[in-house]
């Protein structure tokens, strides 16, 4: 545990530190953003990794390694992550913005990953009867994080203000969430099906359900038929 708390306090101060290294190149903010978990992320993903667990230092401390620095780091991510989901824009100069191809996006994938991989580990949750909340918690913030790259390919490549007003009655964006979570819901209900996950099939139909309704009462609001 020892040697596992250590590393946690190393890659927070390695996370810091590059953090104010990134900020000296006065690139865009993502970058700065993205290197304040980018070293927390990538180490929760690597100690789960067989090749590296191979290392003497992990194998030594095995239980120390896969317990205690994964669970805080994906805390701490998911944390983050929220935080940049309601984040307006995603500024990645010298490049262009590319939804996933970013740093923030890469980020937020790395720590979803750790966060499956430690839920279906059983190590992020105590009990059995908790996995199910877990799962949802992850969807849900899965579901929210998909919203928000929409969002941001609509402010990024076609200049929407990123506002309440705009965002609402933009129509191509509202079919372009709708057609999204029309193609979500029919993947978790697939993939339900397949693994006989009935809890998640249920959030399949109700996003179906929900995807009707905003067609009708959003979507065709200004449509005369």
Request: proline share 4%.
């Amino acid at each position: 545990q020892y040697t596992a708390s250590r590393a946690d306090r190393r890659s927070f101060v390695a996370s810091h530190q590059l953090y104010h290294s990134v900020a000296l190149l006065h690139w865009g903010h993502a970058w700065r953003n993205a290197a304040m978990i980018i070293v927390p992320a990538l180490l929760t993903v690597l100690v789960q990794i067989k090749s590296v667990q191979k290392f003497w230092l992990i194998k030594q401390y095995q239980s120390a390694f896969h317990l205690n620095i994964p669970v805080p780091f994906v805390l701490a991510g998911f944390i983050w992550a929220v935080v940049q989901v309601f984040n307006a824009s995603i500024h990645v100069y010298p490049l262009i913005y590319m939804p996933i191809l970013n740093p923030i996006d890469v980020a937020t994938i790395l720590i979803m990953s750790g966060g499956a991989y430690l839920i279906y580990q059983k190590r992020l949750v105590e009990h059995h009867k908790h996995k199910p909340v877990a799962i949802m918690a992850l969807c849900l913030f899965c579901f929210a994080w998909l919203n928000s790259t929409m969002l941001r390919i609509y402010h990024e490549w076609f200049h929407l203000p990123y506002n309440w007003h705009a965002l609402w009655h933009s129509a191509s964006l509202q079919d372009s969430l709708s057609i999204m979570w029309a193609i979500v819901a029919f993947v978790l209900m697939g993939i339900s099906a397949k693994k006989s996950i009935r809890l998640v099939w249920f959030v399949g139909g109700i996003l179906i359900a929900i995807t009707i309704a905003k067609l009708f009462l959003i979507d065709l609001q200004g449509v005369g038929t």
